[in-house]
């Protein structure tokens, strides 16, 4: 066996999950609370359960809108850091079971996950960590013994979850019995994708602007905690952990009246360096009080989903063939136009490619670093040509599949000037969000 050869059966493999997990590509995020009533983005743990009581709620609305946007997967904020549980736990009397909505017998996590499950989307759950409401919160033991009751009733009372979402955001410095907590997934949930803590399967981005960068890397040996912090999270080895990038469709991830939604270019600049450069999107779109979706919020998501659709829906698929080491022939039935390139790699045996180059007619159209489940690249013109050769570097690399398209665009879409997400903890600024 080669040092190359040797190398490569020691690069980490992802499982099945995890592979399936990476081929939705786009999720939806829903923030919904007493946030949403109290026109906070971090509540203290002290706005009255009485403020929850949307008028008109539709989950419904909310899972059609994700779908309009191409999403294939959804979570919903079962708990956030202000400890008010969409659901009636038996755990505290902070939660939908002590509001007006429903007459006190609703159960919004319920409601999610069926809407979910009738339209053939993926549910997921956010069970945020911090609790800024629990009193045992000031002992890390008893809070953890606390959480992994809250965990377990959301993972035996509702099926299947796609995804477990564990924030850390006000965990920076805490000491969570994660043994314990990861107790009740292997047992309740043994097939979800955890977020980032415990027991990962994921890690976030590493920002909140919903951005990768080239090259996306799926083999990690740290994660980041929060955006709050530099800390690291140290794994006890190398692992096989692909990106989400999360973002808010509006500057909040809770609904605020004078907020307005991201442009459509806007959105589609985020997909290009999310989804284009391999990484998962995860785009919020945060109901209001009514519990239903701002209608300039639905606008914008259809002009999304439709404009994606127009772009990708009716790919132009090559045959593949490896030519020799490194190099892949990738031939269509006729002579094409196209302007747009989509690469993926077998990730079967794990990421491998490290550089590529797309050619036509021994010129150099296109070229990046990863690849991983797939590589989106614009084209700087369109090229006509019946075949590309894609020239591949990497520890035995393997090409799964290349489409292209003709969209009538060759420009990456931009991003305004001054994007970047509120920096500072939002607690710090809530002024800004009344």
Known sequence: MTSQAAAATEIPVPTREQLHWQRLEMGAF???????????EWSDGTVPASAFDPSDLDVGEWIDTAVAAGARYAILTAKHHDGFCLWPTATTDYSVA??????GGG?????FVEACRERGVLPGLYLSPWDRHEPSYADPQAYSEFYARQLTEL?????PIAEIWLDGAGSEGYIY???RIMQVIDAHQPSTIVFNMGRPSIRWVGNEDGLAHDPVEYVVTQTMSSQYTNLRI????????????DVSLRRGWFWHAKDAPKTLEHLLGIYYRSIGLGANLLLNIPPDTRGRIDPLDARVITEFGDELQRRFGTPLVATLTPLRDGEWLAEFDDEVTVDHVRV???????????????????????????????RLHVLAEPVTTRELVVRVDGADP???????????????????????????????????WL
Do not use: K
Not at 402 to 411: D, E, I, N, S
């Open 177 to 179: 019995d994660w043994a």
């Open 344 to 374: 993926r790699e077998d990730l079967s045996r794990g990421q491998r490619a490290t550089n590529h180059e797309l050619i036509a007619g021994g010129t150099t159209i296109a070229s990046g670093r990863s690849i991983g489940v797939g």
């Open 398 to 432: 393997a090409l799964s599949e290349l489409v292209a398209h003709r969209t009538g665009r060759t420009m990456l879409p931009r991003l305004p000037d001054d994007y970047t997400a509120p920096t500072g903890r939002p607690d710090e600024h809530e002024s800004e």
């Open 107 to 111: 159960d919004l996590v319920g409601e």
């Open 155 to 159: 993972c035996t009372q509702y099926g």
């Open 98 to 103: 002590s509001s007006p909505w429903r007459g």
């Open 234 to 245: 140290g794994l006890p080895e190398a692992a096989y952990l692909p990106p989400e990038c």
């Open 30 to 40: 829903f923030h919904f609370g007493v946030n949403t009533f109290a026109n906070l």
